[in-house]
């Protein structure tokens, strides 16, 4: 497939024009809607400004690949998704685990291996599709959470909540195919304004443990 060819990934697509997913494509406002809103709390936390940039590129690039659908508009959508895991991953290893910077960088770096040995066995399970490819991070979320269960017992009550959206989101995300024949409309858009509340509440859980709200 040529990289500028059209893509059918969701149930909602039946043509390949640019308003075959309004659904889809609309909701995407709701990532540009929670950077909006975590943008003044972010203020003096670099890092947490920098995740909150990539909130609304996430937005951005989910529009263009429910508009202009196709590989190079995929991974406009997947690449800001990537970035925030890896950098979150850096923020929380450093600032909630305590880790120094070189540290954190090699627990980041880590991500990768990590989510290509398990990806896999996640896609085994039956009907999951390509949400495979999330799992790891609600797992690896919650990891966190039961590190710091008792050093920062609100901060592992504030990820483990994450992971918990995180987990109900991949849901409507991967019923999004099987539902299709009785909901025409699909379920994505679910996955979207689940994801949007879910990343703006994490960034908030980083900015109040670095206010010193652990």
Do not use: K
């Not at 909630?96 to 896609?123: D, E, K, R």
């Amino acid at each position: 497939m040529a990289w500028l060819d059209a893509v059918d990934g969701y149930c909602e697509r039946l043509t390949p024009g640019y308003w075959a997913e309004p659904v889809n494509a609309v909701t995407n406002i709701a990532f540009l809607a929670a950077a909006a809103l975590v943008w003044r709390r972010t203020a003096g936390v670099p890092l947490a400004r920098a995740m909150a940039l990539l909130l609304a590129a996430i937005g951005v690039g989910s529009y263009l690949f429910h508009t202009h659908a196709n590989r190079v508009t995929g991974l406009m959508d997947v690449t800001p998704i990537l970035v925030f895991i890896l950098l979150y991953i850096f923020a929380a290893s450093r600032d909630f685990l305590g880790m120094t910077p070189w540290q954190a960088g090699i627990a980041t770096a880590a991500f990768l291996p990590y989510a290509a040995a398990t990806v896999p066995l996640w896609s085994m399970i039956p009907g999951l599709g390509s949400s495979a490819g999330y799992a790891p991070v609600p797992v690896l979320i919650l990891a966190y959470a039961w590190l710091l269960r008792r050093r920062a017992p609100r901060t592992a009550r504030g990820l483990a909540a994450g992971a918990g959206l995180l987990g109900l989101s991949l849901l409507f995300r991967t019923l999004d195919g099987p539902l299709c024949a009785v909901w025409p409309l699909g379920t994505h858009f679910l996955w979207h304004l689940l994801n949007a509340v879910m990343l703006g509440w994490m960034i908030n859980v980083y900015v109040r443990h670095r206010a010193g709200r652990a």
